[in-house]
């Protein structure tokens, strides 16, 4: 910690996807072999008629500062892909774009908590929920799952997890780091116990929406009573592989739009012109164009799920979406491997960095010390690679 530093950043923690993709880098620039499976970014290119939109925006001159909230023709977008994927209706003045949606969610945080409010989160997490909230001054509140209950909240834990002082609930479905869905029947069991408290937003994290294996996608503002309570994020970096695009956006209550809207000004203003114009074409374009990736992920789940099969003191469960597979390594836990004591998952990650030169995600960072998080968003080859070299790691240090 540095004195000169405010509180505020020394208190939070590095993101622990990009500390990871960090070291994995440093290691490479000195020749050591890595295969990365730490970071959420899929290894597709961006789709043609998503880059073509984006050579005509720069032909048309669009190069000006934007409105703070997102040009008038994105939001229209984004109003139709909300009503045609999730039979959600919002109005222009109830979408905010921003500049990806870590920063719609850090909108949030800014604009809804006070010191000392209570943000309850699902565990596992996005890495990024707790420091968000902390630094927005709330208070995390972790709801511990297992692979039992497929990394899934009851609405007993849930009910339990309330006091008077929760402002939110942040969640995502798809779930990253587990893949895990809540299907409509489990969001309205939730909903239950919600309705009683309403105060209480709930923020629903739909990132990975399209990248989903289970058949269907339910948002929680979907149903009526929750409606108004409830904040849709999304973006594009997911399902267009557009990562570098950072196009995040919402759709909720006026009132919250019009605060994040505020705060927004005062921090970036408007996102970047050129990938907004491009974010259109890319909305207004059927789901069924990206089908491509979502079935190559799927393919690349069973594979992993296969070759993770193979290996002694892993626990899966099967994710229904996204593209990681969170094993439960906790039997190495306590294990002494190649002269290295293994006391946490980020032990174990780092094991498997050094020894087998490929690049996982701690479960501390998401809330979960039993797990790593290992992403499939990479070739074929480089996953056989990687399991090959994790397989025969374990097995000459446990031997």
Request: charged share 20%; aromatic share 8%.
């Amino acid at each position: 910690m540095n004195p000169k530093l405010s509180d505020r950043v020394n208190e939070m923690a590095t993101s622990a996807t990009l500390a990871m993709a960090a070291k994995a880098r440093s290691l490479k620039e000195e020749g050591v072999s890595i295969i990365g499976l730490s970071l959420g970014e899929p290894d597709f290119t961006v789709p043609e008629f998503v880059k073509e939109a984006a050579i005509k925006a720069i032909e048309a001159d669009y190069h000006s500062y934007s409105p703070v909230d997102g040009y008038a023709e994105l939001k229209k977008a984004i109003a139709h892909k909300f009503k045609r994927d999730n039979n959600l209706v919002y109005s222009p003045d109830q979408i905010v774009v921003s500049t990806g949606a870590k920063q719609s969610l850090a909108n949030l945080a800014q604009v809804l908590l006070n010191p000392g409010d209570e943000v309850i989160l699902p565990a596992p997490y996005w890495v990024s929920y707790a420091d968000i909230a902390k630094v927005a001054g709330g208070v995390p509140v972790e709801i511990k799952t297992s692979i039992a209950t497929d990394f899934k909240i009851t609405p007993e834990d849930l009910r339990h997890a309330i006091t008077p002082k929760t402002k939110m609930m942040i969640y995502s479905s798809p779930c990253n780091p587990s893949g895990s869905v809540y299907s409509k029947e489990e969001l309205r069991a939730l909903a239950d116990v919600l309705v009683n408290h309403p105060d209480i937003i709930i923020v629903s994290d739909e990132i990975y929406e399209h990248i989903n294996f289970s058949g269907s996608h339910f948002s929680m503002a979907e149903f009526e009573d929750m409606y108004d309570r409830t904040v849709t994020v999304n973006g594009v970096s997911k399902a267009f592989s557009m990562t570098g695009w950072r196009i995040g956006y919402i759709g909720g209550p006026s009132y919250i739009a019009r605060a994040c809207n505020k705060m927004q000004g005062q921090v970036t203003s408007g996102a970047n012109c050129i990938a907004q114009i491009a974010t259109v074409k890319a909305l207004e374009t059927p789901p069924s164009a990206i089908q491509y990736m979502v079935d190559a992920f799927k393919e690349r789940r069973t594979l992993i799920l296969s070759l993770l099969a193979d290996i002694p003191g892993f626990k899966t469960n099967v994710p229904e979406g996204a593209f990681y597979v969170f094993p439960d390594i906790s039997y190495y836990i306590g294990r002494t491997l190649k002269g290295q004591k293994i006391s946490s998952a980020g032990d174990f990650a780092l094991f498997l960095l050094e020894h087998a030169g490929v690049a996982t995600v701690t479960g501390e960072a998401f809330g979960d010390p039993d797990c790593i998080r290992i992403s499939y968003a990479a070739s074929e080859n480089d996953i056989k690679e990687a399991m090959k070299r994790i397989k025969e790691a374990l097995a000459e240090a446990t031997h």
